[in-house]
């Protein structure tokens, strides 16, 4: 990994972003996007995560986070997607409904077998890009980034109307996690 992409001021905003192997398109089942968001409220309740924005897409997840006090931020990514992905990976395994099941797994199979260190199944990318957001326009920028990213997809037409981000939350209307507000 680049030393531009670390996580050097542990008091920082941090904007990250992390996919899947392949960019496969888990997240369009509401099972495993709610593995996810559980994931995340116990990094906010026992981990130290602060969340100023996120986002769920198809096959990526974007945050705008930082760690509390005494936490660091790199140590509770590694914890998230550590847990996440065994626990996506055992959801696709077990969903008896799952159409794509042995396409996926036999992806994250192969991705893991050429990553030393997995055992099994690689899920996500090592990488989280983490950009410190060292600047109010830096700040606003990728927060429509985040944001807006459902409306460049094409999922919905106003940011709010995404369950799967805080655009709601900066709309007034409550998300499905707690975030700290930026503005």
């Given amino acids: 990994m680049s030393r531009a992409y670390k996580i050097k001021n542990k008091e920082g905003i941090y904007f990250v972003s992390f996919a899947t192997v392949g960019w496969i398109d888990v997240f369009t089942r509401r099972i495993y996007k709610d593995i996810l968001i559980d994931s995340l409220k116990y990094c906010q309740e026992e981990k ?22 005494g936490f660091e931020l790199s140590g509770i990514l590694r914890d998230l997607k550590k847990f996440t992905s065994k626990k996506i990976i055992e959801a696709i395994n077990e969903n008896v409904q799952e159409s794509r099941k042995e396409w996926m797994l036999s992806m994250f199979k192969n991705a893991g077998a050429y990553n030393v260190n997995n055992k099994n199944y690689q899920f996500w990318k090592q990488d989280n890009k983490p950009i410190e957001l060292w600047s109010n326009e830096v700040l606003d920028q990728k927060l429509d980034y985040v944001h807006n990213n459902p409306i460049e997809e094409g999922i919905v037409e106003k940011p709010e109307d995404y369950i799967y981000s805080s655009a709601r939350d900066y709309a007034g209307v409550r998300g499905l996690l707690q975030i700290e507000l930026m503005i």
């Fill in 48 to 69: 130290g995560l602060i969340l100023f924005a996120w986002c769920i897409m198809s096959n990526h997840v974007h945050l705008i986070a930082k760690a509390k006090e």
